[in-house]
């Protein structure tokens, strides 16, 4: 995602849903303040800080990763599809807009959380929440390949595991389209492939894929004459979904693999429409999503630091306490609002103008790429 980009350039709709798939892990992980090692300690999750409002993402909010992997898998598809069948974006400029929007701040949250948990380690005896922090399983995230199988759990800042697998399928994604096939028909055969493997490889191919599917079907649809119907009954069927759900008070642990490899293309299809905005709406919106990579990555290492801080000062963390929620989420937002603007996109800029030597190529790939969201 290019530094440069501008609201315009966005799918504001799809921006507005990474904002609340983020926001979700965000609520998620809010329990870590509870555990003691990597374990929750008399947790009572309904005295949470503003627990009636947020109950969905307490409770399943660990589902925006696979949201976030479907999301990734339209914006892919949306703007990489034709580029890469007709080699007009090569494998390495390719490479190098996934490196130079993942990597920097994957490299410098990793140090932040080696340094921060050993000074952790070193007043309790254990680590904070992740307790697998040694030489074996840093050599790993250092490649964002931390989640490949070499690992025995989660390290470090263990959220980057989700990238450390979509990694691996933006490697499947260029080969087979470069060398294999465009067709939709594809994206369903990886699909159906999917559901019967297991690992979280084959889960990110299905989500990348059913979002792809999402992108390629509004491509075809949204020039046509009954674009309007079509939209309407999407957005009519978005809506009845969630709505039957709860009538027939279908549980979370029967409906969450399927509802939401299917709901979720659903409503990317009819967020991707254009949405008449002002400029002020639009810009704040593509803030929102400029900012979710950050508040990923950033989460953890703020929580990490603040426990710290606790753990020095001998107090409790407060954690049901609802200035301490406010102040953790305005804290980590303003953050990941600074570090996109000051060093994600600086650093993306930086990196594609001396590792993307073709001025040419420059041109090609940043006109490709300027919605590309990692």
């Known amino acids: 995602m290019p ?29 870590h303040f509870s555990d003691v090692a990597d374990r929750p300690v008399n947790l009572i999750r309904e005295q949470l800080p503003f627990y009636g409002l947020f109950r969905p993402f307490y409770n399943i909010g660990e589902y925006g990763v696979w949201v976030f992997w479907c999301i990734s898998g339209f914006i892919f598809f949306w703007n990489y599809r034709d580029a890469i069948a007709n080699a ?8 190098i807009y996934r490196l130079s929007r993942l990597y920097p ?49 989660n390290s470090f800042n263990a959220p980057i ?36 493997v297991s690992g979280q490889v084959f889960s990110c191919l299905a989500f990348f894929y059913a979002g792809g599917l999402a992108a390629i079907t509004r491509r075809t649809l949204q020039d046509t004459n009954s674009i309007a119907l079509i939209e309407g009954m999407a957005w009519s069927t978005a809506a009845a979904i969630p709505g039957l759900i709860w009538i027939f008070g279908l549980q979370s642990s029967i409906v969450d693999w399927v509802f939401v490899l299917t709901y979720t293309p659903l409503l990317l299809f009819c967020l991707s429409r254009k949405f008449n905005l002002s400029t002020r709406v639009q810009t704040i919106l593509a803030a929102t999503g400029n900012m979710t990579y950050s508040s990923y990555l ?38 990941s609002y600074a570090t996109y603007r000051y060093f994600e996109a600086p650093a993306q800029t930086f990196l594609r103008n001396h590792l ?13 790429v300027r919605q590309s969201h990692g």
Do not use: C
């Open 105 to 153: 701040l994957h490299l410098v949250t990793l140090i932040i959380v080696a340094i921060l948990q050993a000074a952790y380690f070193h007043l309790q005896g254990y680590f904070f929440v992740y307790q697998n922090n040694d030489l074996q399983h840093f050599i790993p995230q250092v490649f964002l390949a931390s989640d490949w199988g070499f690992q025995r759990s």
């Open 161 to 196: 595991w989700s990238i450390s697998v979509e990694v691996v399928v933006y490697s499947v994604f260029f080969l087979l389209l470069r060398f294999v096939s465009k067709s939709p028909l594809l994206n369903l055969t990886i699909i159906a492939v999917s559901l019967n």
């Open 88 to 95: 007009s974006v090569r494998g390495w400029t390719f490479f």
């Open 3 to 31: 530094g440069k980009s501008t609201s315009s350039d966005k799918l504001l709709g799809l921006e507005a849903l990474r904002f609340v798939a983020a926001f979700s892990v965000l609520i998620w992980h809010y329990q």
């Open 356 to 368: 993307i030597l073709s001025p040419g190529r420059k041109t090609s790939s940043n006109a490709s």
């Open 298 to 335: 950033l989460h953890f290492p703020i929580q990490l630091l603040i426990a710290l801080g606790f753990t020095i000062s001998g107090n409790p963390i407060p954690f049901y306490e609802s200035w301490f929620f406010i102040a953790f989420m305005t804290s980590t937002l303003l953050a």
